[in-house]
Structures are given as structure tokens and as C-alpha cells.
């Protein structure tokens, strides 16, 4: 039997924006899918089922995927969160530390597919975020998504790879937009470009998750690193870096606000390193 506990009300502010957060989490704590989800975590299926917040194996469910209206609402979950599911999602956490056992235990039919591969990077890049923050361990994850999602992309997959629902489209880029070298966010870009050509009624890969990952290039460019990793890194930050981060009025909500997560992309409020809004 499995105690899930949902998010306590008292981590977020009294604001507007804070309140629609809180209630889409309500929402979203109580959906079946992502309950059954939770009991039974060691399943690729349930693993796209928690972050879609739905039944992917349901025809109908799966093409709402593409559309902006069911999408939309889900940014809220993914990138407005912050450390309020944190606890939530921990069945999660010995899965995603499977994806690190040598030989493989993450393997078969259920995980080697086109599917199981998403799952696995939605383990490596997403939901270790989640499971293991403000540790070095959250990070350390990254290059087995990279890997992944290059591995999807590639010529001989990237046909099937782009059939996949705009939503899961949405978060693949990720993967690559997280490192710290500017080459995998240049490819990232590529990612979310093949992405629209393939969803153009899909209006969130340009208008929002392209403009993120091209803020996160602005800050690699600028510094060679993501400064706000340099603690749990534990790296030493120079002064410039230290004046971006105290600039609390134009450092973009993923670098330093509690409320969203401390790595991916806000979707609403992003500035650029010059404080003019990109959006």
C-alpha cells in the first residue's frame, strides 16, 4: 500500500498566480491516471501517464495531446511546480536510479521501444529533478537523457520520433537544452524546429518552449555555465555570476524563484539577460 501525500497548501503564496498553481496541482494529484501511475511506477506506461496527466494508451486521450487547450495546463505542472510535488513523485526515485545499473535492468520489450525510451528519458531529465532536488544527484541523470534523446533523433528514428504527441514533443528538446554546452541547445532548437513542421497548429514550440530554451543559450553564451548550479556543483561563481543571480528583478524565474522549478524553463515571465522581456 502506498501513503501519497499531496502538496501542502502552506508552500505557496497567497497570490493570484500562486492560487491557479495550487489548484491545478489539486487537479492533478487526484486524476486516476496519475494515481495509478504513482502504485505502480516501475512501468514505462505509467511514466507517461504521470506526466501527461492522462491515458496515453487511449486513442483519443493521446491526439487531445496536440492541442494547445490540453497542453497548456500542463506547463503549469511541469514548470510552475517548483519543490511542491517533489515528495509526490517519489515512487519515482528508485526507478530513475535504475537507469544506472550495469548491466541494464530498464530493458524488454516494454522499455527498449520507441515509448520506453521517452519514459526513460522523462526519468533521466524530468522527474530526477523532482525526486533528488538540491542535490548533485538531480543533475546526474542528465547524460543518460542526452544520450536517449539523441539516440530518437537520429535519421534512422526521427520519422517515428515526430509521431509522438505535441506534448511529449514539448519536453524531449529538454534533455538536451539542460547540458551546458551550447552545441546541445543549438540542437535542441533543431529538435523543437522539426517539431513544428510537424505540429504547425501546435502554437507552444515556437511561442514558448523555443524562446526558453533560446534564454537558457543566452545564459551559456554569457557564461560558459548555468549559474545557479554552481552550489550543488559545487563551484565557485565568479563575481559577474554573482551580480546575475542577486539581480533578482532580471533573473529569469528557473535560475533562482522557489515558487517554479529551479531548472526548467518559465513559460510566462521570461526575460533576457538585459531584463526586456522575450515574451
Known amino acids: 500500500f ?3 501525500r499531496r502538496p501542502p497548501r502552506s508552500t505557496l503564496s497567497s497570490s493570484s498566480a500562486a492560487s491557479d498553481v495550487y489548484k491545478r496541482q489539486e487537479i492533478f494529484c487526484s486524476l486516476p491516471p496519475v494515481l495509478e501511475a504513482l502504485m505502480n511506477p516501475r512501468s514505462s506506461r505509467s511514466v507517461l501517464n504521470y506526466m501527461c496527466a492522462c491515458d496515453t494508451s ?8 496536440n492541442t494547445d487547450e490540453k497542453v497548456e495546463p500542463l506547463l503549469r505542472i511541469w514548470f510552475q511546480s517548483g519543490s511542491n510535488l517533489d515528495e509526490f513523485c517519489q515512487p519515482f526515485a528508485s526507478v530513475i536510479r535504475e537507469l544506472k545499473n550495469s548491466p541494464a535492468t530498464l530493458v524488454g520489450d516494454e522499455w527498449d521501444n520507441l515509448e520506453g525510451k521517452v519514459a526513460k528519458v522523462l ?3 524530468q522527474l530526477s529533478r523532482s525526486c533528488f532536488r538540491d542535490s548533485p544527484e538531480s543533475f ?12 530518437l533523433v537520429a535519421k534512422n528514428a526521427i520519422k517515428d520520433t515526430l509521431k509522438l504527441p505535441a506534448a511529449i514533443l514539448y519536453l524531449l528538446p529538454w534533455a538536451l537544452a539542460h547540458s551546458e ?4 541547445l543549438k540542437s535542441a532548437c533543431e529538435v523543437i524546429d522539426m517539431a513544428i513542421n510537424a505540429y504547425p497548429n501546435f502554437n507552444l514550440f515556437e511561442g514558448r518552449n523555443k524562446l526558453a530554451v533560446d534564454q537558457h543559450l543566452q545564459v551559456l553564451e554569457k557564461f560558459g555555465r548555468y549559474p545557479q548550479r554552481n552550489a550543488q556543483y559545487g563551484r565557485e561563481s565568479t563575481p559577474n555570476e554573482i551580480a546575475w543571480l542577486n539581480d533578482k528583478d532580471n533573473l ?13 524553463a518559465d513559460e510566462e515571465d521570461s ?7 522575450i515574451i
Open 181 to 184: 554546452e551550447v552545441e546541445d
Open 252 to 264: 529569469p524565474m528557473w535560475a533562482g524563484c522557489l515558487l517554479y522549478t529551479s531548472d526548467a
Open 2 to 4: 502506498l501513503m501519497i
Open 140 to 151: 546526474s541523470f542528465d547524460q543518460i537523457g542526452r544520450k536517449l534523446v539523441r539516440e
Open 271 to 277: 526575460v533576457d539577460l538585459g531584463g526586456r522581456r
Open 58 to 65: 487511449d486513442p483519443v486521450v493521446r491526439e487531445s495531446l
Open 123 to 125: 526519468l533521466a531529465d
